[in-house]
Structure formats: structure tokens, C-alpha cells
């Protein structure tokens, strides 16, 4: 459905989506449909996922009044740039921000952001259910909608099972999130007043507080370019590697300050950084994050022509990977930025854009029905592949479960009708170890596919740098091309950055787990990650183990009570309605 249906004013609507942006965040767990204290309190949890501004705390009725009083006053100004500036001004009273950043993000979005909104409308009320909740308003500006599957029966399924002893296996490197700060700044201020630290405008740290690390820091902060070369590097000689995927996220989280030539900038250093050190020989499969365009989760569908479309970083993205993908997949991606390609005789690989599921990418207020049709082309692929005989891996930045309501819905059920074809989903996004399970649509039950998400190269927040491995089901015929197991290994910046009193000049990257001798298990199939969820509920030494390893082993506190309750809860949730109506206090069968 058009947006253009639900009314004229666009100014609290503008107002909203820049305090999205300014949200410093890796991560994109759902908040605005949390409403009970005990799920506020899991959010409060996890420190790397709160909302850093104070515009949640605010009342309904002050809500209401703010929201009133900006969109008379504005609406009566027909000037962008009085309309921005007084934007600009109310982020800063309302302390949502830093000023020079409620300043500078504005600036950088009110161009892209009416012009999105022209046709788009939210009432304070439902402004209001966005930003309090929706005991203040209703907020559904999303219209469902369905794809449509070919009259092609599903075939019989088939249960997977373990290959054979010997045979071949697919090893595999998985990188996400690397999150280069240019301004990374060793012994600059860790704890600063804006949104990212470590930095060269952060300050320098004082002789009672310790500085930003040589190689990263624990922290709001990302990570300096010699990280991640020496990153590379390591991965050079800890080949070989069959193949690599690279699910997106180069740019730091300076959301409010980025350009476009910083942005293109920082996509062809790192892509030619990867390609120089592991070698022509290896292909690598990428997918585009969020980070990737500027202003950050704007990412237009192609009925946005023009200088506001995303023909500028696609366009580069095509060039910068020409060497690892075929044609055709060169023309989807300066489409829409996603593709598909054959990675072995009878392995397909299918590169999502998941921006085009994301909440905060405000272009889908316009027309969130299957943005670039980029679903139905999935169908296609995966009908073909299946006619075929071939299996395929799904790659892509934001997980599933965390997609816009009807997107989720629909890539639910699209994973349903091919769990037989579908061998791997593969996604980054939230920085940490975790996982989405998929169950079969008539009873939830019966688990068919798996989720993975791998942890982040970059330390933010309060992170280890890491990188995944993944262990497959190898090229032979018959082989399921299933996820047998999984290394996780980390640069630990405690012995790095101080070995003995300065930092290690060739740090070691060292495996910080295998996921089959850490939980027990003999495969990754789903019944085993479903298994893992049962024996962690019943097992608590078993689960905090699991949350250890989420953090990338620098973890703080235990993971109790509702924590726990809601983290299991994710981690069943492949499908974001389940997420939303997963109740922990009375413990939903689902979760």
C-alpha cells in the first residue's frame, strides 16, 4: 500500500525518524513493540542495546503536547532549512542528543527524509506510539501483504543426515561488521559524551583514565584500520579457505557525520584489502549492510530515481566486486544490491538485501510491500534451484527475526515451502553469537532451518574483535551442504594491548570455541540448535556458557531471570511476530 494514502502532514513523521538515526546502534532489536516491564527490563540487560536518549522516558500526554506544538509551528514554515533548523534545536532540548550531533544529523537527513516522507503521515498519536509505546497511540503504518509461491506441491521432506565419516567437508570464513573508524585515535577518551569514542575529536584521556587501546578498546568505539589488516593477514595464513561470505557493515557508527565519497571511500579500501591478502583464488560472496550508505539505513527502492537513489554505492559495489561474481549478479546488484551466484556445481548462494526488511530504513514508509521485488525473485531462484537439484545458502546483514513485520512473515513462510532446498542462512547485524531458529508453520514445533548469526569484527560495544568459520557438509553428490560446526575465534585487546606493558606487535587470534565441543553436539542441523535451546532452558551452567560466548568471552555479569527467559525466547524467534508475543512472564509454549 502507497503511503500517500494515509494523509498530508510529514513534519512529526521527520521529527521521529531522526531520533531513529540517532540511535548509535549496531543492532536493530525490536523496541516499540516491548510494552511490559519485564521485557523493558531484559532490554536493560544488555548495555550495548539500550537507547542512549531520553525521549522513552517521556510521558504520553508531554508526548502528545511536544508533538502538537512542532507540527503546528513547522507546518506554518515552508523554508527546509528554518524547518531542519528547529528540528535540530528540539533534538537538543529534549536531550536526545549531543548538540553538535543533533545538529549535524539533521543537516545530513532533512533532504532525503521529507523528500521520502512527502507522501508518507504520522499523527502525534501514532508519533506518540512509537516513541512511548502503544498504551499512547496505535502505530501500524505497515500494510500486510503476501508473495506468491508457484503451484509447484512442496516435496516430500526428508530429514537430513550426517554425512558419512571422511567426507568431504567445506571450510568456510564468515566476516561481518567490521566497522573501520578512520578517526580511531589510541589514547583518546573511552567514555565520551558522543554516541562513538576513541576517537580524535573524543578528547585525550587523562593520566587517572586509560586511553583508547593500540589495537581497539572495549567500548563504545570501533575499530582502527591496522586491526583489520592484521586481521587479514592472520586469515592469510590460516587458510586454505573453500570460500568466504562477508555479510556487510565497513563504516563506523559516525552516522551523524558520514559522506558519500567517506562511505565509497572506506567500501574500496576494505574490499581491496580483502582481495590483496587472501589472494585471487579466493571468492568471496558479500552482502550490503546498513552502514554502507549515508545518511545510514537509507536505502531507496528503485522507484526512486535521480541523485536520491542508491545507483551511487551500488554502481561501486558492482565494480569493487566484479572480480569475485558472475555478470548477471552484477546487474541485480546495481538493481536492487542483492544477487545470486554458483558457488560450486550444485551449491547456489543467494546475497539479500536486507535493508529492504529494515524499520529504520524510512524509504519504506513510502511502499513497504516486497521492496525491489526482491522476495518474489527469491522464489524464483530457490523453484529453479529446486527443479535442479541444488541447495542453497542465504547470506545477508540484518537477521530475519528482527525484519519488518510482513517481510518477516513472508521470508518465514518462503523458508517453509524450500526448507528442502534451503541448506544455510547466514546473517551478522546484532555484533554477537547467537542464533534464530525456524520451525515448520502448522505447529511451530518441528524445526527445519537454522539462522546463524556471527559475532562482529568490531569491539563495539564492549567487545572483543572476532570472526567466524564455518564447517560444511562438503562437494560430493548427496551432500546436504548443511552446517556441520563452527569456530569462533577473537583478538583478546587484554593481552594485546598489553603484552607486557605495550601492545603486542603480532597479536594472536586464538579460538575462543568449537561449537561441538563446547555444547556436545555432533552436527548444527536445526534439531541439534533446537536441542541446544531445550538442554540450555533445562541446564543453566549450559546457558551460561552460551551467554559467555555471546559476548566473544568479556561478558560482565550472569545472564538470570527474565534475561535468560527473553534470550531464549530470540533465539527461537526466525519470524518477528513470535518476538513481539513471546510472553516472559508466563512463559509462551513458543519460547
Known amino acids: 500500500m502507497n503511503r500517500s494514502m494515509f494523509g498530508l502532514s510529514t513534519v512529526c513523521g521527520v521529527f521521529i525518524v531522526w531520533t531513529l538515526f540517532l540511535m548509535p546502534l549496531g543492532f536493530s532489536y525490536p523496541l516499540e513493540d516491548v510494552t511490559d516491564s519485564t521485557k523493558l527490563r531484559f532490554v536493560e540487560e544488555f548495555d550495548q542495546f539500550k537507547l542512549r536518549f531520553n525521549w522513552h522516558n517521556m510521558s504520553c500526554a508531554v508526548c502528545k503536547a511536544i508533538f502538537a506544538t512542532v507540527d503546528i509551528a513547522l507546518l506554518s514554515d515552508s523554508n527546509m532549512e528554518r524547518v531542519a533548523r528547529a528540528l535540530g534545536e528540539a533534538c537538543v532540548r529534549l536531550h536526545l542528543a549531543e548538540p553538535q550531533v543533533c545538529r549535524e544529523i539533521t543537516e545530513l537527513f532533512r533532504d532525503d527524509v521529507i523528500r521520502a516522507l512527502q507522501e508518507s503521515f504520522l499523527w502525534p498519536s501514532e508519533a506518540c506510539a512509537l516513541l512511548v509505546g502503544p498504551t499512547c497511540g496505535h502505530y501500524d503504518i505497515y500494510a500486510p501483504w503476501n508473495v506468491s509461491l508457484p503451484r509447484v506441491p512442496k516435496p516430500p521432506v526428508k530429514p ?11 571450510r568456510v570464513l564468515f566476516l561481518t561488521d567490521i566497522h573501520w573508524d578512520a578517526e580511531y585515535a589510541e589514547g583518546s577518551l573511552i567514555d565520551c559524551k558522543m554516541p562513538l569514542c576513541c576517537r580524535n575529536d573524543s578528547g585525550r584521556a587523562s593520566w587517572k583514565h586509560t586511553g583508547a587501546g593500540y589495537w581497539g578498546t572495549y567500548g563504545e568505539c570501533d575499530l582502527p584500520l591496522r586491526t583489520i589488516e592484521n586481521l587479514l593477514q592472520n586469515l592469510a595464513k590460516s587458510g586454505p579457505w573453500d570460500w568466504v561470505y562477508w555479510t556487510g557493515d565497513i563504516p563506523a557508527h559516525n552516522v551523524w557525520s558520514q559522506t558519500r565519497a567517506q562511505q565509497l571511500n572506506e567500501l574500496v579500501t576494505v574490499t581491496r584489502l580483502i582481495r590483496k591478502h587472501l589472494g585471487p583464488k579466493v571468492t568471496v560472496y558479500p552482502a550490503v549492510g546498513n552502514h554502507e550508505s549515508t545518511p545510514v539505513n537509507s536505502f531507496p527502492p528503485p522507484f526512486v530515481h535521480g541523485n536520491r537513489s542508491s545507483h551511487w554505492l551500488y554502481d561501486t559495489m558492482a565494480k569493487e566486486w566484479a572480480p569475485w561474481l558472475p555478470k548477471d549478479a552484477l546487474t541485480t546488484i546495481r538493481r536492487g544490491g542483492f544477487y545470486t551466484a554458483e558457488v560450486q556445481r550444485g551449491l547456489r548462494v543467494v546475497s539479500l538485501n536486507m535493508n529492504f526488511c529494515a524499520r529504520e530504513n524510512y524509504w519504506l514508509m513510502v511502499n513497504s510491500t516486497d521492496p525491489a521485488d526482491q522476495l518474489q525473485w527469491l522464489i524464483s531462484i530457490l523453484q529453479e534451484s529446486e527443479n535442479k537439484g541444488e541447495k542453497v545458502h542465504i547470506i545477508g546483514h540484518i537477521p530475519p527475526g528482527l525484519c519488518l513485520n510482513s517481510w518477516s512473515w513472508n521470508y518465514y513462510h518462503i523458508v517453509n515451502r524450500y526448507e528442502s532446498t534451503i541448506a544455510g ?47 560444511m557438509d562438503g562437494n560430493y553428490p548427496g551432500s546436504t551442504r548443511m552446517v556441520l560446526d563452527h569456530e569462533t575465534f577473537i583478538l583478546n585487546l587484554t593481552l594485546a594491548n598489553n603484552q607486557p606493558l605495550k601492545p603486542d606487535p603480532n597479536p594472536s587470534w586464538t579460538l575462543l570455541y568449537r561449537a561441538s565441543k563446547a555444547y556436545g553436539l555432533s552436527t548444527l542441523f536445526p534439531s541439534d540448535m533446537d536441542a541446544l535451546i531445550k538442554l540450555m532452558k533445562n541446564d543453566d551452567s549450559v546457558f551460561q556458557r552460551f551467554w559467555y560466548l555471546f559476548h566473544k568471552g568479556h561478558v560482565s555479569k550472569p545472564c538470570m531471570d527474565t534475561c535468560k527467559t527473553s534470550l531464549i525466547c530470540l533465539l527461537h524467534s526466525g519470524r518477528y511476530d513470535l518476538l513481539t508475543q513471546c510472553d516472559v512472564l508466563h512463559g509462551n509454549k513458543h519460547c
Open 160 to 170: 537430513p543426515t550426517p554425512p558419512k565419516p571422511g567426507s568431504p567437508q567445506s
Open 425 to 471: 542462512q547466514f546473517f551478522g547485524h546484532t555484533h554477537v553469537d547467537e542464533f534464530q531458529m525456524f520451525y515448520d508453520e502448522d505447529t511451530l514445533t518441528r524445526p527445519l532451518s537454522v539462522a546463524f548469526i556471527a559475532p562482529s569484527v568490531t569491539t563495539y560495544v564492549n567487545l572483543n574483535p572476532g570472526y567466524r568459520v564455518y564447517y
